[in-house]
């Protein structure tokens, strides 16, 4: 076998994505914090901003290997060992094969993935969360859940000549997730929908507003969420080439289509086309060919895309048939979404591309089968583990606010600061 | 004396404001406010759930005025504020027992 060589150009992209990826952070912050009451809004924000924090310094000591490691030849689990990325300057990423980039790269671009999955989960608890009991929630949930699941998903292997070792279980059979429709989307929406039943209902849910405090904020979070999500997807090939490219102008066609199918679900059932509407549609749109986006024609991540965006429009209303209060539906649009782009692939995906050949290009119901046991796995996976975690810690440390602090609001509660100067002269506004 | 007290929609401030101006009343006092009256709420939808907005911003004008002034100022601000739609607002007068003016200790219309 030819001796694989450092590229410059591949490796510029991907520490260029890893950035990308990590602004979608703070950018879902402000998409997530410009949604809630100007009460919590910090709390929220507060909320992603850890979570970068915790998991950072858990990936260096041992997610990286939980995740990626081989040595344990495990579908489940890469290995438990101290990840000594100190040891691997000059090593290149093997994952399924050699790729020619520092494994570093790959490590960082991994775990911008680790960082923005617990984030998600937040939007669920809006406005009534501890905020120390969330950190730890953060810490025990990326360690057995999400470290776990990237490995199953994400993993293909240390290969060396044909000898493949440690490749993930659904990596191995033949599930697609391009850039983490399940592993990410799926994975966040599941707990997403258990820590909505740990914490319960807000004071006050249905009866009276909790109205978006700053539709603009909301906007430019969402924003930031699809300029970020270009590193997301399009890095996710590891490589400056055509697939890149694909995966790139996919996920812009597919966000297009999600903002026209949810503003106009919008304008047929309420009347009017919102702002919200838009910025939840882009990133349905995105959450939706998050999967998909190399395994398919632009035309196809255009349906994909206005698909995602009338099926999380008309999935938001559930929670209030339901009953379970998820503030800012992550289950209607990262659950939802990620099932509609995983199990999109099984119809649209094609091997003029990348795989198989789904339904519609002759493939029959293999690939689909293949589809529907990912977003299974990961999601009961997702959910029982969630429940377990998130109860274990409402009993132990508590996980929701007295109600006395969720009435004035979890910022002056648990930060000892609010968001904006609102009084006037009394105040010391002026 | 009377306080004259207008609550009226916050886009017809400026007009009433100068209508007043060139009417020759010098002062007065402004305040944002909400409330409800017989032009209700609206309805604002998020995500498809629709909140009901029952109270609507006003503005509310407060103006001291000598009785001989009263009905000129009512007056005044009544055409000024008016668009002829619901929800254009409501201009009272109540009586004053008395004025000081804090700087020189002047009392009642002298204060004015």
């Known amino acids: ?430 | 004396m009377k306080l004259i007290t207008a609550i009226i929609k916050p886009g017809k401030f400026d007009d009433v404001k100068n209508a007043l101006r060139a009417a020759g009343v010098k002062g007065m006092t402004v305040s944002e406010v909400s409330g409800v009256g017989r032009q209700g709420g609206h309805i604002e939808v998020y995500r498809g759930a629709e909140y009901p907005i029952d109270l609507i911003g006003k503005i509310k004008l407060e103006i001291l005025a000598e009785n001989k002034d009263v009905d000129s100022v009512i007056n005044t601000i009544v055409k000024a504020a008016s668009t002829g739609s619901i929800g254009d607002g409501k201009v009272w007068a109540t009586p004053v027992d008395n004025v000081v003016r804090v700087r020189t200790g002047e009392k009642g219309e002298a204060a004015i």
């Open chain 1, 1 to 430: 076998m030819d001796e694989v060589v450092l590229s410059a150009g591949d490796t510029a992209w991907v520490l260029a994505s890893s950035a990308l990826v990590l602004l979608m952070t703070p950018g879902l912050a402000f998409f997530y914090g410009g949604m809630v009451r100007a009460k919590s809004a910090l709390n929220m924000m507060m909320m992603s901003i850890i979570t970068i924090g915790v998991v950072s310094i858990l990936w260096v000591i041992y997610g990286f290997k939980i995740a990626f490691g081989y040595e344990a030849d495990s579908p489940w689990y890469g290995s438990f060992s101290t990840s000594g990325l100190g040891d691997v300057v000059n090593e290149l990423a093997n994952n399924g094969g050699v790729y020619p980039i520092p494994l570093l790269a790959f490590a960082v671009f991994q775990l911008m993935f680790a960082i923005i999955t617990p984030a998600l989960i937040s939007g669920a608890i809006a406005d009534r969360t501890k905020f120390f009991s969330w950190a730890i929630f953060v810490a025990i949930w990326v360690t057995v859940v999400y470290f776990p699941v990237a490995h199953w998903v994400f993993a293909f292997g240390n290969k060396v000549g044909d000898t493949v070792t440690g490749a993930g279980y659904l990596a191995s059979q033949g599930v697609q997730d391009f850039a983490g429709g399940t592993a990410v989307h799926i994975n966040a929406g599941a707990a997403g929908l258990a820590l909505a039943i740990v914490l319960g209902k807000r004071i006050g849910w249905q009866k009276s507003p909790m109205r978006p405090h700053s539709l603009p904020l909301v906007l430019l979070g969402a924003s930031l969420l699809w300029f970020g999500w270009f590193g997301f997807n399009a890095g996710s090939a590891l490589a400056a080439n055509g697939i890149a490219a694909l995966a790139f102008i996919n996920t812009q066609v597919a966000t297009g289509g999600a903002v026209i199918g949810w503003i106009l679900t919008e304008k047929f059932r309420d009347g009017h086309p919102t702002t919200l509407g838009a910025a939840s549609g882009a990133v349905a749109g995105l959450v939706a060919i998050t999967p998909a986006c190399a395994f398919v024609e632009p035309w196809a991540a255009a349906v994909i895309g206005i698909l995602a965006g009338i099926a999380c429009a008309l999935a938001v209303g559930l929670k209030y048939k339901l009953g379970y209060d998820d503030s800012l539906d992550v289950v209607g649009v990262h659950l939802v979404g990620g099932i509609v782009g995983s199990l999109a692939i099984g119809f649209f995906g094609t091997s003029k591309i990348l795989g198989l050949d789904g339904l519609f290009y002759g493939g029959g119901v293999e690939l689909l089968g293949k589809q529907a046991l990912g977003v299974a796995l990961v999601m009961g996976y997702s959910f029982v583990m969630t429940l377990i975690i998130g109860f274990l810690i409402e009993k132990t440390i508590g996980f929701r606010v007295k109600s006395e602090s969720e009435l004035v609001g979890v910022d002056q509660a648990e930060h000892a600061e609010s968001a904006y100067e609102l009084g006037g002269v009394l105040k010391g506004g002026r």
